[in-house]
């Protein structure tokens, strides 16, 4: 062999051992971003406000890992994100479970069992129980939430009223005498589940038992039989002409957006919305109250906040596993808790919440709330995806109360 020849095979083999180490570092499996360092690609539906400084802190602390992160805004667009990528292959190591998308990732084996892991230890039973199935835990959530009627106690004091009143008729009055002063009373998204439904559909269940939906699921009841009383009542907003159907196209920060700039008397909102009116309002004279029921018994709509979960498929288990250790930790939930406003319910971190948050607080010990998709055992996405469907339907005046019952039924039989 000449030379030449043999300079030219060593120059070949020199280039495709680079080309293999190029490789090894790209797709799924990679783990290279320079300086040795491993990526841990982390999809959350919090944005970078709330994630940035908690994973700032998670990198000064494990110098060898870098968060890739990205997020998608809640409800519908970050599932049909995370479903589109975990599909193809190009989900993240570590993403959120939420009560939505719970089941489908359960069922679909996209998600790490997280049973017994030390991160899991201070978890809130609740919570924990809300992620798992046959007594298998798949989310690791710190916090919980309670979403009722956030108002502005300046423009309602202007129509000569201190307070949200209990009963829906004296509700639906409130926003009449607000609108007769020329003040715009109320919004609320109707983009995603509305508050208001899910704390009148939680009332109502509360009302029969609180075993509705387990009879639903079973065969022995109807959609119907929960849902027609209170959708009657929530349609009253729009035909009574207090709330614009506008809200149909109204996206949640718009609607926040609004009542920081004065515009709207109450707003449905969740503890989540507390950060960015300090920031936009800070003299903003708030107060939070539960959604008003036909029998005078406010309530609320409200779960265990959605939780973390592992890419069942991901080639860093130990690196996601460190991630969630932080996250979870005592430093980490207090974090979490002062750039959220989150209700944190680990065992060793007494949340530090904004003083308007306090009925929402109580409303959680009451246990004064609920939400469907939770309390759906099955076929959450689905239905909840009809549910906002048929509601916009209902609120343009092409549908009755009674016809988005019937499509849920029909949706849950339909698989």
């Not at 990205?70 to 292959?89: D, F, K, M």
């Not at 974090?335 to 949340?351: G, R, W």
């Not at 009809?386 to 039924?409: R, S």
Request: charged share 20%.
């Amino acid at each position: 062999m000449s030379l030449l020849r043999t300079s030219a095979l060593k120059k070949s083999a020199a280039m495709l051992a680079l080309a293999a180490l190029a490789l090894a570092g790209c797709g799924s499996g990679g783990d290279s971003s320079g300086g040795g360092k491993t990526k841990l690609s982390f999809f959350s539906w919090d944005g970078e406000q709330t994630m940035k400084p908690l994973i700032a802190a998670f990198e000064k602390q494990n110098p060898s890992i870098d968060i890739e992160f990205s997020n998608a805004p809640p409800v519908a667009e970050y599932i049909s994100t995370l479903q589109t990528r975990l599909v193809s292959g190009t989900a993240a190591d570590v993403f959120v479970i939420a009560a939505e998308n719970k089941t489908n990732l359960l069922q679909g084996g996209f998600v790490k069992d997280l049973t017994g892991k030390p991160f899991m230890a201070n978890m809130s039973k609740f919570n924990t129980a809300t992620y798992s199935a046959d007594g298998k835990a798949y989310g690791m959530s710190i916090s919980s939430w309670a979403g009722g009627i956030l108002y502005n106690k300046d423009l309602l004091a202007k129509a000569g009223v201190t307070e949200v009143p209990t009963t829906w008729s004296d509700f639906i009055a409130l926003c009449q005498k607000l609108k007769a002063a020329g003040i715009t009373p109320f919004y609320e998204s109707a983009t995603a589940l509305p508050i208001t439904v899910a704390a009148l559909v939680g009332a109502e269940n509360a009302r029969q038992g609180g075993d509705v939906d387990a009879q639903i699921f079973a065969d022995g009841k109807k959609f119907g039989d929960l849902w027609d009383g209170p959708l009657t009542t929530y349609n009253q907003l729009f035909t009574s002409g207090v709330m614009s159907k506008n809200v149909v196209g109204l996206a949640g920060q718009q609607i926040v957006d609004e009542f920081a700039g004065g515009r709207v008397a109450m707003i449905t909102a969740g503890p989540w919305d507390v950060p960015t009116l300090r920031q936009k309002a800070p003299n903003l004279n708030m107060a939070f109250t539960g959604v008003p029921t036909p029998d005078g018994k406010p309530f609320w709509a409200g779960a265990a906040s959605p939780g973390w979960a592992i890419n069942a498929k991901t080639q860093h288990e130990k690196e996601a596993e460190a991630f969630l250790t932080y996250l979870g930790s005592k430093e980490g939930v207090a974090l979490f808790n002062k750039q959220s406003a989150a209700m944190t319910t680990t065992s060793d971190v007494k949340p530090v919440i904004d003083k308007v948050l306090e009925p929402n607080l109580q409303a959680l010990k009451d246990g004064a709330f609920y939400l469907p998709q939770i309390a759906w055992p099955r076929s959450q996405d689905a239905l909840n995806t009809e549910a906002i469907a048929q509601l916009q339907l209902m609120i343009q005046g092409q549908a009755k109360p009674a016809d988005v019952a019937t499509a849920l039924d029909n949706r849950l039989k339909a698989g």
